[in-house]
């Protein structure tokens, strides 16, 4: 969570907590004691209802959901990942509070995990984007195959975003270590070579900054307006329910936005901090700081987020929750009470084919737009 590098004029580590300017070193305590107070509470937050719904995402659909398109694997992977994301969690609050007490391998696995479903968990919201487009734009007949070559590709997919994940946080499993920080604390930083020091995490920042933010939003803005513009001209689907999917879109995209662009403002300012030494201030250099925790903290707060936007608001996940609810009921000796679903917004935009007959088996596979 912290960097460490070598400043090539002076050969003085420094770290993001106590810089060497020109005129003394700037002291960040008071940058640590908020750090101390402000993370756990957020990490603990985020753990606690992040926990909730993932893990009830993971329960739905590995015991009643059958996985009938790639968005349905995406969601999955996406709730193991922000389920590993928030598992690292405790360990930063704590170093946050104590600093690092559990030793190098411990830091090096941590950080490792962090990074890699951090940028793992925005990859695969740009693969279900992807496929959501595909299912509505490029598939106007309604309906896909879910043969064993069609899933092995959905693995296939899936796999190749967690490598190119886990590329991302090799830097960290290589790098990670425990040093001596300030005022006699132990401290998980990535501590990289003189050699390569300043380009390598201004670089690392860069391609994390492309990878987890821009290329996501890119393919998520556009994937969403060809979606958008397809359901606003599907014909036979009411005006509300068109209005009600273009809502739930927008609120993806945004929420997607506001969460991440100020963390990735930021990171992009450190990088170019890094680059070309532009803050010698030792005000400046604390309230980027603070910047940096508080972002950062709102940008894990979208692992809480996903599953309401991408399985809850699903007619089919909804349906197994509350099937799920009254079981457990029953077994509890409760009379089930009997729950009147809301219907979902499920719209099957077979452009070519208005008059394609509505029935169907519940595992019949289809490309319908469900929101």
Request: charged content about 15%.
């Amino acid at each position: 969570m912290e960097d460490y590098y070598y400043d090539e004029e002076n050969f003085n580590l420094t770290d993001s907590y106590d810089y060497n300017y020109e005129h003394g070193i700037c002291d960040k305590e008071a940058v640590r004691s908020f750090a101390s107070i402000f993370l756990p509470v957020i990490y603990t937050l985020v753990l606690v209802v992040g926990l909730a719904g993932n893990a009830l995402v993971v329960v739905v659909y590995t015991s009643r959901l059958r996985l009938r398109t790639l968005t349905d694997v995406c969601i999955l992977n996406l709730a193991f990942s922000d389920l590993l994301l928030l598992f690292t969690l405790p360990f930063w609050a704590a170093d946050a509070v104590h600093g690092w007490r559990l030793g190098s391998v411990a830091c090096k696995l941590t950080s490792f995990l962090y990074s890699t479903n951090f940028s793992c968990g925005m990859l695969l919201l740009a693969c279900v984007s992807v496929d959501r487009y595909r299912s509505v734009v490029q598939n106007p007949t309604g309906r896909t195959g879910t043969g064993p070559r069609v899933r092995r590709l959905w693995y296939l997919v899936c796999l190749s975003l967690w490598t190119v994940a886990s590329l991302l946080g090799l830097p960290e499993l290589i790098f990670s270590t425990v040093k001596h920080s300030h005022h006699h604390r132990m401290a998980c930083v990535a501590i990289y070579p003189a050699s390569m020091a300043r380009p390598a995490k201004a670089a690392l920042q860069l391609v994390e900054v492309t990878l987890r933010f821009v290329l996501p939003f890119l393919v998520m803005v556009v994937c969403y307006c060809w979606v958008g513009w397809a359901l606003s001209r599907a014909a036979g689907v009411q005006r509300d329910r068109k209005w009600r999917a273009l809502r739930v879109l927008l609120a993806v995209v945004a929420v997607f936005l506001l969460t991440q662009l100020p963390y990735n403002v930021v990171k992009l300012c450190r990088a170019m901090d890094v680059i070309y030494m532009l803050v010698t201030d030792c005000e400046v250099s604390k309230g980027l700081d603070r910047a940096h925790q508080v972002t950062e903290s709102l940008a894990l707060s979208h692992a809480c987020i996903n599953p309401v936007l991408y399985a809850f608001i699903g007619s089919s996940f909804r349906g197994h929750v509350l099937k799920a609810a009254k079981h457990i009921g029953q077994r509890l000796g409760r009379p089930p009470r009997h729950v009147t679903e809301e219907p979902a917004v499920e719209i099957a935009l077979n452009t070519h084919n208005q008059t394609q007959s509505q029935s169907g088996s519940e595992d019949q596979d289809t490309s319908t737009f469900t929101i």
